[in-house]
């Protein structure tokens, strides 16, 4: 229970309560801390921890006498340096090997057994390689009194103001029987969601952004301002131990990682214990199927012989460790040089900058192009022909290009130039004022590339689904000027197919029984098929299931296809337009000519949800309802649940201890509901609607 002092004024109550107050409130602080970065579980919401920071502030400034140098108010960082002071590791700190396949594991295991004068397994700590930068953390009877990076391993630089304001990082040790003097090492770094934040704040602000999450902690922490790192969100995991002095060295790395973790200190939760280089190579399996996943990025997995008694006996070779190896992952990442930057245009004439690359291998695969989106995006990254370039491919996503490396844009650099004509049709290519995308101003009927991308479309899986209508076959059917709509697929004869290129007769055959087969769909199939632009999958289903007949829709004006869910002026006018033309009513009308058909009732079943298109939010604790039965009250009633307030949430479901978001829906002057308030509501609508 909190301490029922500070409903006096500060001037009422007895410096002694005062003290009492400032302790408490250091300690709440801190155990917040401790919850969020330790245990990876926030206790209380952002506004709540702001609050009593603030009070503390507040008391520290009324009574200075009460600053205590591990007050979390110490963190906010001070004036700049002129330069950081160089620092001698009392015990140096060193790099790790590398492996980089089975062979490489399996010989480190038989090299620590050979060392060990062992038969038996070895016993390994396994954890994460951890993309940052290495630090090293003095603690003085559990008080961080010093921080330093790693620098060339004997002497590094002197960061400790900066340290101070990473909140990860505890200012005094959990315990009442510190270490006379301890180095704890580990690795400073930003979460992945913490680096798309920095770098879209960046952005806003005209300024640079940073390639990736290392780069943007090494460019946090290297910061002569310590007032700028304190605006950063730094992490931190432990991994390892210089100098101790006054504590006995736990047996192993795993009672170390224990140790470290019960002194508030954070560790990493992927380790593990393991047997052998077999239990070696599925730790590196395990987490390599989860990379992608984690919140920050790693670049391999580390082995550590788990005994340090083995490890003092194996002792090192030059200056890295012969009882550890980093076994590292592909890399997501690498160099390479813009050969040029062609277009590419979309079925809708949008036209896309594409860089075309000197090949180059990136996570196992060999990247020659990547997309640049838009000119904006060409502009924003400032890419030129002749640059070299950081390519990443990460997981299944499209090769993106990162960054440009400025050191090396040779003198002869070109710069992009959106070309005036489409390259495919020769129309002009026109970028409407507010878009971020230009258009070949050609259309369906001029422009061959459109024609391709819109025929695709439509053959998709998910629009009409034709099985064996590849890429190539459509390229070659609009090349010869077979077809041009997509009604004109369904002419296609068997003769005229067996003669295109790769095609045999019996390919030919299964494209036209694929052809027949698709003749059977539904209505949503056949209005995504048709690609109106801003009608994606879901707006087709609600199209259909709103409308239930075509010809209903394809007469709707503005204001009907506004009834429908989730449609907006901008949908619904595309939708408009596509109707209105002539030619579109005509494909239509060769479509069905051609036996593409579907149940007329499809519509009529639509049950109307009284909440849907209703955005709800939930905070703070209900009296009687759980998270999940609110959530799911909500849902059955048609309304989604989000996360975050917005000017699109409908309603804030707030109970006790709602923290910032009711203040913002307070704010934004959203309706604001307690439980009894949403029963109410979720009634109502129920009843009006039966
Ligand atoms: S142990 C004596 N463990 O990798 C061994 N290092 O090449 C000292 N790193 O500079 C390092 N994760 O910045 C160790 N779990 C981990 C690590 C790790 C990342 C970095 C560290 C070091 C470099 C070694």
Request: hydrophobic share 40%; proline share 4%.
């Amino acid at each position: 229970m909190q301490p029922d002092l500070f409903a006096n004024t500060s001037q009422q109550a007895g410096s002694e309560h005062v003290a009492q107050r400032a302790t408490w409130l250091r300690a709440e602080l801190n155990r917040h801390n401790h919850a969020y970065y330790v245990l990876d579980h926030p206790s209380i919401p952002d506004a709540e921890y702001d609050r009593l920071f603030l009070e503390l502030v507040g008391l520290e400034r009324a009574h200075p006498e009460l600053l205590a140098p591990d007050s979390p108010t110490q963190r906010v960082g001070g004036a700049p340096l002129p330069q950081f002071e160089q620092v001698t590791h009392a015990v140096p700190m060193l790099s790790l090997g590398n492996g980089f396949d089975d062979e490489d594991i399996v010989a480190f295991d038989r090299r620590v057994r050979e060392g060990l004068q062992l038969d038996d397994e070895v016993e390994y700590a396994t954890e994460l390689k951890f993309d940052g930068l290495a630090i090293n953390l003095r603690y003085e009877d559990g008080v961080l009194v010093h921080a330093a990076t790693r620098g060339d391993g004997a002497t590094g630089e002197n960061v400790t103001a900066n340290i101070r304001t990473v909140r990860a990082i505890p200012l005094r040790l959990q315990t009442a029987t510190p270490p006379k003097v301890i180095d704890i090492r580990g690795e400073v770094m930003m979460f992945k969601a913490d680096f798309a934040k920095l770098n879209a704040r960046q952005r806003e602000a005209g300024q640079k952004e940073f390639a990736n999450p290392r780069n943007a902690a090494a460019g946090s922490l290297r910061q002569l301002d310590s007032r700028i790192t304190a605006q950063r969100s730094l992490r931190f995991f432990a991994y390892g131990i210089g100098l101790l002095e006054g504590a006995d060295m736990p047996a192993s790395h795993a009672a170390l990682m224990d140790w470290y973790a019960g002194l508030g200190v954070p560790v990493c939760v992927e380790r593990a214990v393991v047997k052998g280089a077999a239990g070696l190579l599925d730790f590196y399996q395990a987490i390599g199927s989860k990379r992608n996943a984690l919140a920050y990025e790693i670049d391999g997995v580390v082995y550590k012989a788990n005994r340090l008694q083995d490890q003092q006996k194996l002792g090192y070779v030059s200056r890295a460790p012969r009882f550890a190896i980093a076994h590292k992952f592909p890399a997501q990442e690498a160099m390479t040089v813009v050969q040029g930057i062609d277009v590419q245009i979309g079925r809708t004439g949008a036209v896309t900058p594409v860089a075309r690359l000197a090949p180059v291998a990136v996570a196992g695969v060999t990247v020659t192009n990547a997309t640049l989106h838009n000119e904006d995006e060409v502009r924003r990254k400032d890419v030129q022909i002749g640059d070299t370039v950081i390519v990443r491919r990460a997981g299944d996503v499209i090769p993106e290009i990162v960054a440009v490396v400025p050191e090396r844009r040779p003198t002869d650099a070109q710069p992009f130039v959106m070309p005036v004509l489409c390259p495919i049709c020769g129309s002009p290519i026109v970028r409407a004022e507010d878009e971020a995308v230009a258009r070949c101003s050609g259309g369906y009927i001029k422009c061959a590339a459109q024609r391709k991308g819109g025929l695709q479309h439509f053959v998709s899986r998910r629009a009409m689904d034709i099985e064996g209508m590849g890429e190539q076959l459509i390229d070659q059917l609009v090349d010869k000027n077979i077809v041009t709509t997509a009604a004109d697929l369904y002419r296609l004869g068997l003769t005229a197919l067996a003669e295109l290129d790769r095609m045999a007769d019996k390919s030919a055959q299964n494209v036209l029984s694929a052809l027949e087969k698709s003749k059977a769909t539904t209505l949503a199939r056949f209005i995504y098929a048709l690609g109106i632009r801003h009608v994606g999958e879901a707006t087709a289903k609600e199209l259909a299931r709103h409308f239930g007949k075509l010809d209903v829709l394809m007469d709707a004006s503005v204001e009907d296809l506004m009834e429908v869910a989730d449609i907006g002026p901008v949908v619904a006018l595309s939708v408009r337009q596509f109707f209105a033309d002539p030619l579109s009513r005509e494909l239509v009308e060769q479509l069905r000519a051609a036996g593409i058909h579907w149940s007329e009732h499809e519509g009529v079943e639509k049950v109307v949800k009284p909440m849907q298109g209703k955005t709800f939010v939930l905070t703070g604790t209900l009296p009687t309802l759980t998270r999940d039965a609110a959530a799911e009250m909500i849902e059955h009633a048609g309304g989604k649940v989000a996360g975050s307030v917005s000017k699109k949430t409908s309603y804030v479901v707030a109970g006790e201890e709602a923290g910032s978001k009711l203040a913002k829906a307070q704010e934004l002057g959203i309706v604001i509901l307690d439980e009894t308030g949403l029963i109410e509501l979720l009634k109502e609508v129920h009843e009006e609607n039966h």
